[in-house]
């Protein structure tokens, strides 16, 4: 007998794989009570009513006709074993035919520990009246609102588990495969009364307090409540999926997140997570239960890939990294990223690699490329390997100076500790005039300022020509070196989805074929690691001596950049 895999799911902000449509009140419901018929496009009454998955309270018995499940059931009945018996025209239920007319049936005793049953949705409001999406009324305060995401992963995988067949026409794809114990890191979903007996991962067994949405939970929808988690949130996603997968509890892991986002997780996993055990992140176009959405497959093959083992090493160490599993497609986390929204919309970036792996029609998971760059256990910036102290720089009294900030206490990484990275974008013509004056750039002056103010970490991500990174005005690049000579390390990446590498230059880091989105994320992983750079007593006249140790602080940066 095969031994289960023990899985550990971590719920993200934002995901699409753990939302449903909207729960609307049945027409079943609306003709019981009186109120007006949901109709359809056409105008007329819906013909049919949404199932959604339900637990019965008690015990029932139906009667199915025979031959329905296929239309062409009965084209081969002599194979058919006799029905369970007969009902007449008038709904009575007999073990024998009576009439000719008699439809066959088979008896079906249905139970509450046969788990969930499609079924019509019953509800109303307190008020007597339908739902007809999230909220109450259009726009309704949070008081009036529901919440269409799940809390944490077990009912997506139970709904999955339950209802979704295989090809082989069965179910039972999650529990018959392993063990999933689910984790509300950064969940999309909160228990805004609270809930006794429930457990979040930063205060242990015990009563969950309210929950505040955009504080504990992140939903996108409905949309007027969307909630987004803060950049310090870094803090807590990592300490928790550090502290999950040092626990020796078990196999692997899955993360879900929303779309959009999920490629900068994948990376910051990537980077930060001291471990050698598979972690496979999902996530869905379509919310779950919609038509054709895409979520329920790339979970059930995270499980799979686990089960691989096309990841281990011949010590059984993670030779690929964080991975993306989309598509039955096995992504890099260095270059995962969103194209499109629809399935098959995440791409790899960087030209060359990023699809690690592929899952066939048939589901066998193949391998043929073995990322090069460093990760997880042997990553350089791993949290395991992060000072408890640094610097940073600060303007303080219209000078700036290098200040000691924590990084890590007790092994955890700390919320002031994340630091404050920006994307700076500028295409061609972006000069105010023909002066070429940098001091008319107020935007990234301020924008320069604005970081030394801060009191925390910082750097910049240029986003410049492709592939070198340079930004195509004199006058603004100016501007940037004068950041790094300010303490701010830059980082110059091509445009877009370049196809080549940024070039080297001794002040500024080389974002090697990264996306600026990836930049930011391994930037910001770096300045917890080396701090800030060292100050030029003025930045725009730096001597040799402060362009030389300037020159050495990069050179720390790039051989990480090189290299993750």
């Known amino acids: 007998m095969n031994i289960k895999l023990r899985i550990a799911h971590m719920s993200g902000p934002t995901a699409t794989i753990q939302n449903t449509p909207a729960l609307v009140t049945s027409n079943k419901a609306r003709r019981a009570h009186g109120l007006t018929l949901r109709a359809g496009e056409d105008g007329h009454p819906l013909r049919y009513d949404a199932l959604r998955a339900q637990r019965l309270a008690a015990p029932a018995k139906v009667y199915v006709e025979q031959f329905s499940a296929h239309p062409l059931e009965a084209d081969r009945a002599e194979l058919y074993a006799a029905p ?7 709904g009575r239920y ?14 079906i005793e249905l139970d509450p520990n046969d788990g969930l049953y499609p079924l019509p949705y019953m509800a109303r409001q307190a008020t007597g009246a339908a739902w007809e999406e999230e909220c109450s009324s259009p726009d309704a305060s949070a008081s009036g609102a529901r919440q269409g995401f799940y809390p944490d992963g077990s009912r997506t995988f139970e709904e999955i588990d339950r209802l979704a067949l295989g090809p082989d026409g069965l179910v039972g794809k999650v529990s018959g495969k392993a063990d999933v114990r689910f984790f509300r890191v950064l969940p999309p979903a909160g228990y805004t009364k609270g809930l006794s007996g429930q457990m979040r991962t930063d205060e242990g067994q015990g009563d969950i307090l309210p929950e505040i949405r955009g504080r504990d939970f992140f939903p996108y929808k409905p949309k007027h409540l969307a909630g987004r988690p803060p950049r310090p949130a870094l803090a807590k996603l990592t300490n928790d999926v550090a502290s999950i997968l040092s626990s020796g509890d078990f196999d692997g892991a899955i ?3 929303g779309s959009p986002n999920i490629e900068e997780i994948v990376y910051w996993l990537n980077l930060l997570i001291d471990t050698k055990l598979p972690i496979a992140c999902n996530a869905a176009h379509r919310p779950h239960g919609e038509a ?6 790339n979970i059930l093959d995270s499980i799979d890939y686990v089960r691989s083992r096309i990841w281990a090493d011949h010590d059984g160490r993670n030779r690929l990294g964080v991975v993306l599993i989309q598509d039955q497609q096995i992504i890099a986390g260095r270059e995962a990223a969103k194209g499109d ?3 098959g919309g995440f791409v ?4 060359i690699g990023g699809i690690v792996g592929q899952i066939t029609a048939y589901g066998q998971f193949m391998s043929k490329y073995i990322p090069a760059y460093k990760h997880t256990y042997l990553s350089d910036v791993r949290l395991t390997e992060l000072p408890e102290r640094t610097q940073a720089a600060v303007m303080r009294d219209k000078q700036i100076i290098l200040t000691p900030i924590e990084i890590t206490r007790d092994g955890r990484l700390l919320e002031t500790a994340i630091p404050s990275v920006s994307i700076v974008k500028d295409g061609g013509f972006c000069e105010l005039d023909w002066s070429g004056d940098p001091e008319l750039e107020r935007d990234l002056i301020a924008m320069i300022e604005h970081k030394l103010s801060l009191g925390l970490l910082a750097g910049l991500v240029v986003e410049g020509t492709a592939p070198s990174g340079n930004l195509p005005s004199p006058a603004r690049m100016h501007l940037v070196l004068r950041a790094a000579f300010c303490g701010l390390p830059v980082v110059r990446v091509g445009r877009g989805s370049h196809q080549g590498f940024a070039d080297p230059h001794p002040f500024t880091i080389a974002g090697s074929n990264l996306t600026a989105t990836k930049a ?12 800030s750079l060292p100050v030029a007593s003025d930045p725009d006249q730096p001597t040799k001596e402060e362009r030389e140790k300037l020159a050495e602080a990069v050179r720390a940066y790039q051989a990480v950049f090189d290299t993750h």
């Open 84 to 90: 369970d018996g007969y009902l007449d025209r008038d």
């Open 94 to 107: 007999h073990r024998e035919r009576q009439n000719e007319s008699d439809r066959p049936v088979y008896e």
């Open 255 to 257: 993360w879900t997140q």
């Open 292 to 297: 054709s959405n895409d979520g329920a497959r």
């Open 341 to 343: 929204a629809r399935p």
């Open 348 to 351: 790899a970036t960087g030209s």
């Open 520 to 531: 930011r994320m391994l930037l910001m992983a770096c300045l917890m690691k080396f701090g």
